[in-house]
């Protein structure tokens, strides 16, 4: 099962902040949080990875609190591109393998 | 950054056929390889993980003899779809961790493969 939560889409329009929360209760200590976004028919690309606090790169801004039991990953003035599915996911240590498990991720819509 | 490159990007076979799917890691090394499946409109699934050297770790559901791994060096990892169905036709992605990094370093993935079942 995927260890995430995110709101399943969200609308936005042009030039405007976009913030999609990511809920992890059960993330581990050592699990670091990492989004990917993924359009139709791609593969996912990174865009950010984070253990606490703040970290920012030339695409999103990456919020987590002192419990990091969610994040907030920030695209700033989003642009009609930025229409894609965005995953939010934390590591699993699983039959002494690390995975990625994927959830339901977020489907942005960015309208002109 | 890293580069995953999966091959082919689209194939459309008869029922019944086999079909290989290659994901090459370019720049760098992965002892492991990551294999999801994704149906239209739906996050995508872990299959399986491959692991160079030995034998591929399937997760709960997955069949072993239909989708089979292989891992024979530490850039190369193919999966085979054998005697494909219908059922089977799906977006396939192979994704793999560059081992310079630490654990939680993320995965590359590669470009995907629609596979197309008639």
């Known amino acids: 099962l995927a260890k995430t939560t995110q709101p399943i889409s969200m609308d936005s329009y042009e030039g405007q902040e976009v913030n999609i929360t990511c809920s992890h209760n059960?993330?581990?200590?050592?699990?670091?949080i990492t989004w990917y976004q993924q359009f139709p028919s791609q593969g996912p690309r990174f865009i950010i990875q984070g253990y606490k606090t703040k970290v920012t790169n030339e695409v999103a801004s990456l919020f987590i609190p002192a419990d990091r039991k969610s994040s907030t990953l920030s695209l700033p003035r989003v642009s009609l591109s930025d229409t894609a599915v965005y995953y939010c996911l934390v590591g699993d240590w699983m039959d002494s393998s690390y995975k990625l498990i994927f959830g339901s991720g977020t489907r942005l819509l960015v309208r002109p | 950054g890293a580069v995953v490159s999966q091959h082919p990007s689209r194939v459309i076979c008869k029922s019944g056929t086999s079909v290989k799917i290659e994901c090459r890691s370019l720049d760098f090394q992965a002892t492991t390889m990551f294999w999801y499946r994704q149906f239209p409109k739906q996050s995508l699934m872990l299959m399986a993980t491959s692991n160079e050297g030995s034998k591929a770790t399937y997760e709960q559901g997955v069949e072993k003899d239909k989708f089979l791994i292989n891992h024979a060096s530490l850039t190369l990892s193919t999966l085979t779809v054998t005697s494909a169905h219908p059922e089977d036709s799906s977006f396939y992605i192979c994704?793999?961790?560059?081992?310079?990094?630490?654990?939680?370093?993320?995965?590359?993935f590669g470009s995907g493969t629609q596979l197309s079942v008639l």
């Open positions: 994704s793999a961790r560059d081992e310079e990094g630490t654990v939680n370093e993320k995965l590359f």
């Open positions: 059960n993330i581990a200590t050592n699990d670091y």
